[in-house]
């Protein structure tokens, strides 16, 4: 089994910035991606960013590219994700999530495991 952490959730105004971190433990891959998913209140779980193992390949949705970043520390099985330019419709609870294969996929089933979540609010 894998644990994931997340961490770094909060209340910002739009226009701020958060950080959000997840670090992994328990059984680990020789190569897996990292990704990050969030579910606002009504509506579906949907994809933000994924990066592989090396991070040679990085994917992001169309309403956070140019916005959100993702990166990891494989030393220290965490991923990142740096939220700037914050707005409402960026409020809901982001999840993270590791799929067992190294190919980013962009939808909830590709992954295997998942944390509980931190909430994300942006206010106007």
């Known amino acids: 089994q894998v644990q994931l952490v997340e961490s770094g959730g909060g209340l910002v105004q739009a226009g701020g910035s958060l950080r959000l971190s997840c670090a992994a433990s328990g059984r680990t891959f020789s190569s897996y991606v990292m990704g990050w998913f969030r579910q606002a209140p009504g509506k579906e779980r949907e994809f933000v960013a994924a990066?592989?193992?090396?991070?040679?390949?990085?994917s992001y949705a169309d309403s956070v590219k140019g916005r959100f970043t993702i990166s990891r520390d494989n030393a220290k099985n965490t991923v990142y994700l740096q939220m700037n330019n914050l707005k409402p419709e960026d409020t809901a609870v982001y999840y993270c999530?590791?799929?067992?294969?190294?190919?980013?996929?962009?939808?909830?089933?590709?992954?295997?495991?998942w944390g509980q979540g931190t909430q994300v609010t942006v206010s106007s």
């Open positions: 990066t592989t193992y090396g991070g040679a390949r990085t």
């Open positions: 999530a590791v799929r067992n294969l190294n190919i980013v996929a962009t939808v909830p089933g590709g992954y295997n495991y």
